[in-house]
């Protein structure tokens, strides 16, 4: 198997077992590690436990815009799902006693349920109603989830005025939700669960059908669902949208159901499990992602119901290889608890919602634990990722994201020509047109707060000064994998981008700039397309409706000096040689650099055009980028020569009025 340039490993915050080479060639990893995390990760929470347990307050840089309760009783939930998961992997076995914390707890949070945000004595271990606290909506899933799958030895061995107040208390979340996207999928799985328990069954299966109507609005085929009526595709369509219907389906052995959502699990999953790559790291693009290893719940779940394109042994090397990626890598602290970021605490990259507990949504990733110890997924050695059999270009669905890997460096890219962010301010997470397993984006010097509508009922992201000591060079708001205007000495940001082609080997888009302050700049439209052929990428821009003279700015990769090797190099329409450029931290760690070309705007009616090779590699001493590929200019767009070659011609229409990143034309239109 290949050897991959590996970062210096942390030492492991608790003991694990010996590694298994002969079962486990590419990780080394077994269930028994698996086990041994889920339970290190759970006792170094129960300090920070309330007095009778029902809260579970963790340290952090700052709540979340929930408050300090609403952020214990995610502390809770969410390490509940993980005791959950633990025990009734272990059908029931139970040797260091979590669910009797547990236990405690559910009776203490339900005794006296309170409207009050801030923690006090009076009520230390108390829950924010559901209707007062949105955000408690959300812990209820997590909660009723960990009840179904705990319940011959939790629900049922409860007394029944502690189970008739855990029910009331749960009640509310099978009203219509609050957020229109993935929050529908709460009230299905606690429905769930209070329809399997017995308890207002009626208002339960209402909750569930309602749910799901919902969600068929947003699904767009080939296993992508958008989150909401948006383009946002990322990684909650594999740790909310496809994870909660099956696993519903699944615990109540609905094979109708099953055979809908399995089915599309199955499509999703042929599609995901190339986003990982061979040192096990997912992809770092859109939101969410300090919650790093759910990202393989799918997978596991595909494993669990049968619907999944993996063999079992490379479900397992998946799975363990995520895991084992970032306790190497020091994403569990010293004191075993999981910090606010990627690999350390990262404050850039957090939400408004993110508060100290939120990384143990994490917990989802341990959903192949309820897999017995003589699944096939635990026995079979170990098989190769996708990324590590071939070099693979593919577009994913219709979500206008082209898939870039290759096997010899194991490394994977992601070009974005169609997932938005649901913010009206530019998210590094989204608005970028490439992605790597290697690389983050750029930060922006700004801490998301809170989202709040503007007129026309879109979200805006209100923002902060990152805290004291925490202050970003200015050198830092250089954006990687960037294309946009100068105009008064600052770069426009990129508008909500419509899918205008997709194809074998490429992608294209269009975008209206926007002013730093989020204003569109009218009358201004650019085309842009990726064409790829193994590790190159050819990056197109044609921009009309700009001034004559007006200052373009092209970026790449920005690479941490440990990190893969960036290349760009102008082809066309550049008038100066790539420099690169300080950019400060990313979630993959300081001192990035990212090149940087310039051009000018002319004054042709057709627009103007732009072109660069660039290339992301781990391969060592690659070839100049500008040896891969020979093009030329046509009448109506580029013919490119690959170094094996390969020959492709990529069309360049002008772009179409109007759009706004909702929709575009079929692929291959």
Known sequence: MPEHPRQRRHPHPFPLPPEDRRRSAYTGWTRAHWEAVADGLLHAT???????????????????????????????????????????????????AHLSRYAEGLA??????????????????????????????????????????????????????VRARVADWLLPALGPSPVDNNWWLFGLTVGGFLRAAGIETVRAQAAIDRALTRIEDWYRGDGWYADGDNRAFDHYNAWAMHFYPVLHAHLGADRTLLATYGARLHAQLDDYTRLFDANGAPLPFGRSLTYRFAATAAPWLGALTGHTPLTPGATRRLASGTLRHFLDRGAVAQDGLLPLGWYGPYVPMLQHYSGPAS???????????????????????????????????????????????????????????????????????????????????????????????????????????LPVGQALPVEQTLPDN???????????????????????????????????????????????????????????????????????????WATTPDGPTAQLHPVHGYDTPPRRTPTGSTLIGPGTRTAVLEGSITSGPGGTLFAALASLTGDPDPAPV????????????????????????????????????????????
Not at 364 to 391: C, M, N, Q, S, Y
Not at 627 to 648: F, K, P, S
Not at 654 to 665: E, I, K, M
Request: hydrophobic share 35%; proline share 11%.
């Open 482 to 556: 960037h294309f946009g205007l100068l105009l008064d000495g600052r770069l426009t940001t990129r508008g909500p981008a419509t899918p205008h082609t997709t194809g074998p080997d490429r992608a294209s888009s269009t975008h209206t700039p926007r002013h730093a302050d989020g204003s569109d700049l009218p009358g201004i439209r650019i085309l842009s397309a990726t064409l790829v052929h193994g590790r190159a990428e050819l990056r197109v821009h044609l921009v009309t409706g700009a001034a004559p003279g007006t200052r373009v700015r092209q970026t790449g």
């Open 46 to 96: 129960a300090p920070y436990a309330s007095p009778r347990h029902g809260l579970i307050t963790l340290p952090g840089p700052r709540p979340s815009s929930s408050g300090p309760r609403s952020d214990g009783l995610e502390g809770f939930a969410r390490t509940f799902l993980l005791a959950a998961l633990r025990v009734a992997g272990s059908n029931g076995h139970d040797p260091h």
């Open 108 to 161: 203490a949070g339900v005794r006296c349920p309170t409207d009050a945000r801030e923690l006090t004595s009076a009520e230390p271990d108390s829950w924010p109603r559901i209707g007062t606290v949105r955000q408690a909506r959300v812990e209820a899933a997590s909660l009723a989830l960990g009840l179904r799958l705990t319940r011959p030895w939790l629900w049922d061995t409860l007394d029944d005025s």
């Open 626 to 669: 500008h040896t891969l590929a020979t093009t030329h200019l046509t009448g109506h767009g580029i013919q490119v020569t690959w170094h094996d070659g390969t020959r492709a011609h990529l069309a360049l229409p002008l772009p179409p009025t109007g759009g706004d990143g909702r929709a575009g034309p079929a692929p291959g239109s």
């Open 359 to 465: 990384p143990y949504w994490a917990a989802k990733g341990f959903l192949g634990l309820l897999l017995p110890a003589g699944h096939p997924a635990w026995t079979d050695p170990e098989a190769p990722l996708p990324v590590e059999i071939a070099d693979t270009v593919r577009p994913l669905g219709p979500t206008g994201l082209l898939l870039q890997s290759t096997a010899s460096d194991g490394l994977v890219r992601l070009h974005n020509h169609g997932s938005n962010s649901t913010l009206a301010a530019p998210d590094p997470y989204y608005a970028r047109f490439a992605y790597s397993t290697r690389t983050g984006p750029t930060a922006d010097g700004r801490l998301p707060t809170e989202d709040r509508p503007l007129p026309d009922g879109r979200p805006q992201l209100v923002e902060q000064p």
